[in-house]
């Protein structure tokens, strides 16, 4: 199976199995089935080994990965190679997946860090040659404490954009404004303990979700 993934400023394929044959789920029954799994069954199916949840997992998360990618390294092209190792990674390595201990995305951005933590590593190397031969050489930028740091803002970010409004907007402002929960009642003129209420499901939705990935809400 070849697939394409398409990313903001180039396309890059990446070989993970035998068949070549292109997935082109949204053309088929599978593809009907992708668009309403829910990405709890998304996760069952890839570890199942079903080539349609493969396509289905970067449909919906390889923004996510290849945002994580570009913000650590800085660079759209290494983004791009990055993200494709890790949708290859991880599907030659599904059987190393438990949906019950992980959720998928949670999944998929540990192995990100890692390919992440990787590319800096290759980094680093290269830029011992670079000063062993005598040529001056820029520092690396990136450490495994900010790749860390980025991941999580990016995938909490990503999560609280699935919430429905005004949910989104108030937790908006408690983590990015850093607002108190009396400030948000008085900027959204709503009262306290509606704003309180919000924030408590909004809080038990993220930490269902992220708390496999230790990210801290």
């Known amino acids: 199976m070849t697939v394409v993934l398409e990313f903001p400023h180039r396309a890059t394929v990446g070989r993970v199995a035998n068949d070549p044959v292109p997935l082109n789920p949204a053309a088929s029954e599978a593809g009907r089935i992708a668009e309403l799994a829910t990405d709890a069954a998304v996760g069952v199916a890839f570890a199942d080994g079903h080539e349609w949840a493969l396509e289905e997992a970067y449909r919906r998360w390889g923004a996510l990965i290849h945002t994580v990618a570009l913000r650590a ?3 759209a092209h290494d983004a791009d190679d990055v993200a494709q190792s ?31 933590a990787d590319h800096w590593d290759a980094r680093s190397r290269e830029q011992r040659r670079i000063e062993a031969a005598g040529h001056a050489s820029e520092s690396v930028p990136q450490s495994e404490e900010s790749v860390e740091q980025v991941a999580d803002r990016v995938l909490i970010a990503d999560e609280l954009s699935r919430l429905d ?43 269902s979700r992220l708390e496999v990935d230790g990210v801290a809400v």
């Open 165 to 207: 409004q005004p949910q989104r907007q108030i937790m908006e402002l408690a983590f990015f404004d850093d607002l108190t929960h009396h400030q948000i009642s008085e900027r959204l003129a709503m009262p306290l303990g509606t704003v309180k209420g919000h924030i408590r499901r909004s809080l038990i939705r993220l930490r």
């Open 86 to 116: 890790v949708f290859v990674s991880a599907w030659r390595g599904r059987h190393r997946y438990s949906p019950d201990r992980a959720a998928l995305p949670a999944w998929l951005l540990g192995i990100t860090k890692r390919r992440i």
């Open 73 to 75: 390294t800085g660079s």
